[in-house]
Every structure is written in C-alpha cells, then in structure tokens.
C-alpha cells in the first residue's frame, strides 16, 4: 500500500485509541482529523485495487474537490441557517481558528464521498464513463427538473414552523434539478449511466452516501467540537448517535446531488474528461 495509506491508518488508530483521554485539540478537532486519515487510507486502497486513485494519478484535482467542497457544502449551510436541522457546539472560541475549522472539515465532505465509491468499485477516479452527445429532455425529465426547483426554493420561503419538516426535498430536489442537467449538457450523470446499464454504477454511489453518513454521525458523536440536531421532527428521540434515525434517509440522495454539483461545477475551472465509455453489465 502506498505512503498516504499507512499514514491514514496509523491516526485513524492513534486518534480513535486516544480519545478516551479527551486530549484537548485532538478530541475537538476530531471529525476533520479522522475524515482526512480516511480519505488518505481510501486513496491508497483504491489504488493498490485499481492502479488509479484520486490522490495518485489527479493530485490538482483533488485539490480543486476540497476547495470547492467548502463553498458547496456552505450552500446547505444557508439553508440551514432558514430550515434550523442542526447547529454546532464546542467550535473554538476564536473566530479565526473556528473559520479554520470550518474550513478544514467541509473540505472533507466531497473528497470522502467520491473516495467511498471509488472503493465501493465506481471507478478510481472522479469522472465515470459518460457519452459526450447531451441527453435530449423528454417532457418527464422537464417535470422533474421544475419540481426539483420547487423543491430547492420553495422550503426557505414556507412559515417557521414548517421548514424544519422540508429539508428532505431539498436533498431530493438538487438530485432531481441537475442530474437532467448535467446529463442534457454532456456531463457525467447518473441518468446517463442508468440508460447506458450501469445501474452498479448509481448503487455504490447510494451506498457510498450511507457509508459516509454513518461515519460522520459516528466520528461526530466522539468529538468536541460537533454539530447536533435540533430540528428533525420525525421521531426526534429514537437516534443512532447524534442523528435521529429517520434523518439517515438523507444520505443516499446527498451523495447523488454531491455528484451532481461537482460535475457542475468542474468545467468551470477546465478539467477534462477522458473518452471513455460505460460498461455495460456483466462487465
């Protein structure tokens, strides 16, 4: 296994191992820690498996993945700020340090999910297999497209008792409005990759989703610095972790709509794609 992997593995366990001592930085800053030993030992899996990863073979990609992580995750952050689901507790008191944070943590949250399916099999590198014609919009893909979009707009706009309920079609609705959109502009899509038959492909993404989310609720429950949920409505009292159960239905959708917005985004700092094509079942 390469260097990056043994260097993950060995704070995933020296950090885990310490953490009945509550060493003070280390347990507050322990969620970004633990997210940055994973997706180092992640990389390195997948590229002992596929002689490709991430890390290895697009290293100015990777980095681009954990810039734009920080924005694109501030985005559901502003929902957040209009829906109340979560808020956080123990972040340091300086603002500069708590920026830092910040920073650092959401910088995760992309990278980890594509590495998860990367290791589930999705392929090594954040690209799938795409055709390059765009996908034609079939009135059914226009319907889900405009309720994608009142799905995106319409919760921050209902009364204050309603919205902590919403948040659930906002994690549908970026799934719903840009996968079509993607896939319409020749951009890698899930839509794309169901109709080439690489349902596999779509699967592991799903499952990557509820990998990470069980990660993230499990790492989040040990740290000091953690967010905790204040505004899950459905059965609030019956959790796993700090996560109520019913919230974990989320993760599946987030992961696709992580995927979606990346391949949004990435043509705007010019990456390209290599010409590749799907495989097909069987394969």
Request: net charge negative.
């Given at each position: 296994m390469a260097w990056h992997g043994w260097l993950g593995a060995f704070v995933l366990l020296?950090?885990?191992?310490?953490?009945?001592?509550?060493i003070g930085p280390l347990a507050r800053w322990f969620t970004p820690v633990m997210w940055t030993a994973y997706i180092l030992l992640a990389d390195a899996w997948v590229l002992r498996r596929d002689g490709r990863s991430l890390l290895h073979d697009r290293p100015r990609e990777a980095a681009l993945m954990a810039t734009v992580s920080i924005p694109l995750w501030l985005l559901f952050e502003g929902y957040n700020a209009r829906l109340r689901n979560w808020a956080y507790f123990g972040v340091p008191e300086s603002p500069w340090v708590a920026a830092v944070a910040y920073a650092w943590a959401f910088a995760t949250i992309w990278?980890?999910?594509?590495?998860?399916?990367?290791?589930?099999?999705?392929?090594?590198?954040?690209?799938?297999p795409t055709p390059r014609e765009p996908a034609p919009l079939s009135l059914g893909l226009r319907l889900a497209m405009t309720v994608g979009l009142a799905f995106v707009?319409?919760?921050?706009?209902?009364?204050?008792?309603?919205?902590?309920?919403?948040?659930g079609?906002?994690?549908?609705?970026?799934?719903?409005?840009?996968?079509?959109?993607?896939a319409h502009a020749g951009r890698p899509s899930f839509l794309v990759a169901w109709r080439a038959g690489d349902r596999p492909f779509v699967r592991r993404w799903l499952v990557a989703g509820i990998v990470c989310g069980v990660l993230w609720e499990f790492w989040n429950y040990w740290a000091l610095a953690k967010w905790r949920y204040v505004g899950i409505p459905v059965f609030p009292s019956v959790r796993l972790?700090?996560?109520?159960l019913a919230g974990y239905l989320g993760f599946p959708p987030f992961a696709l709509e992580v995927f979606a917005l990346y391949h949004l985004v990435r043509p705007l700092v010019g990456l390209s794609d290599p010409e590749v094509r799907h495989r097909k079942p069987g394969d």
């Open positions: 020296v950090n885990q191992a310490l953490l009945p001592w509550q990278p980890a999910l594509f590495e998860t399916a990367a290791l589930l099999g999705a392929g090594p590198l954040p690209t799938p707009t319409v919760p921050p706009l209902l009364p204050a008792a309603v919205r902590p309920w919403t948040f079609f906002v994690w549908l609705g970026f799934v719903l409005l840009l996968d079509p959109l993607n972790f700090e996560m109520p």
